[in-house]
């Protein structure tokens, strides 16, 4: 894949992941009576992760693989005991997997862009 198909692609599912869960915060806010302000807090916590990645990819990159690792560490032993194997993987692929993917390909995007273009094979005569 080329530099910038992989940091597209990268940033598209960054993108996804922050509007799923966005929406699911907001959509839980409204339907149970809470407030909107932790909604608020995550819009600005995944977009500004998503607009970080845009303009520095390696910070924005090392910012989604942190939110991938600390939504490992904070909800592995509650969705161990609720859901067994089986669900564990699947909430595992729905909420850290995805920022992690990211954070993945925007890193492997930015080491390419920084070691340049291929050398041109040299010409025979």
């Not at 929406?23 to 600005?44: D, H, K, N």
């Not at 990211?102 to 862009?113: K, V």
Request: overall charge positive.
């Amino acid at each position: 894949m080329t530099t910038k198909r992989l940091r597209f692609v990268g940033l598209a599912v960054g993108a996804a992941w922050a509007c799923w869960w966005v929406f699911f915060a907001t959509a839980e806010a409204i339907s149970s009576g809470r407030q909107l302000v932790p909604a608020m807090i995550f819009f600005v916590v995944m977009f500004g992760a998503l607009v970080l990645a845009w303009k520095w990819p390696i910070a924005g990159a090392t910012l989604f693989f942190l939110e991938g690792v600390t939504s490992i560490f904070m909800y592995l032993p509650m969705w161990w005991r609720r859901f067994g194997l089986g669900g564990t993987v699947l909430m595992f692929a729905w909420m850290p997997l995805p920022p992690i993917a990211a954070g993945i390909l925007l890193l492997i995007s930015s080491r390419r862009l920084s070691a340049g273009p291929p050398a041109a094979p040299a010409a025979s005569h």
